[in-house]
């Protein structure tokens, strides 16, 4: 195989493993945009007979799942940034190595952030959170938990761009020496 093959692949694998990690991300946040247009405030009423709690709920599970263990932020880091070294992209190693640490930070705003006045959260639990109609203590829990994270996500991450963008220096130096001559 070739290196413009490996590269052509690492591009493609780091851009389906972008979409991966933040589409819940974005629906999370689609979906907290649309109740505001909607004018639905968070509270346990459903918002215009639309099911935002369970979309809500859906996302925001499909978010916290890909923080949760820790070790899947740290796959996705090792993905992303093994996929930009692969592809010679310095770019797309650091944007690889700081994604998962932006993911997680994007959707512990976007849980917490939805919070209500009789919705307690703290890391053990919420209590009387229904949101639009979907219960939801168990996530928005698991939401105050995940700051803690960030003790592991933050070292990681400042490993993975130190890492990756010299790996991705050196394989774009590797791309770019022409193939010596048989003599």
């Known amino acids: 195989m070739n290196h413009k093959t490996i590269a052509r692949i690492g591009g ?13 991300v974005a629906a ?3 979906i907290k945009l649309f109740a505001a247009v909607a004018g639905c405030a968070p509270g ?3 918002c215009r007979a639309l099911p935002l709690g369970p979309w ?11 923080d949760d263990p820790a070790t899947v932020p740290l ?43 009789g919705c307690h959260v703290s890391e053990a639990g919420g209590e009387g959170c229904m949101l639009w109609g979907a219960d939801l203590n168990h996530d928005f829990g698991l939401a105050g938990v995940m ?13 993975g761009v130190a890492v990756g ?8 130096r590797r791309y770019d020496t022409p193939p010596a001559k048989a003599a």
């Open 12 to 24: 493609i694998i780091w851009l389906v493993a972008i979409v991966a990690l933040f589409a819940p």
């Open 28 to 30: 999370l946040w689609a």
């Open 44 to 46: 346990p009423q459903p």
């Open 56 to 66: 809500f709920k859906a996302s925001l599970d499909a978010a916290l799942a890909l």
């Open 75 to 117: 796959a996705f880091l090792l993905l992303l940034c093994g996929a930009g070294i692969a592809a010679g992209s310095v770019w797309r190693a650091v944007a690889g190595a700081v994604a998962p640490l932006v993911a997680l930070i994007l959707g512990v705003i976007g849980a917490l952030s939805t919070t209500f006045p």
């Open 147 to 159: 700051p803690w994270l960030l003790f592991l996500a933050v070292p990681a991450t400042a490993i």
């Open 165 to 172: 963008s010299v790996a991705a220096s050196a394989m774009r």
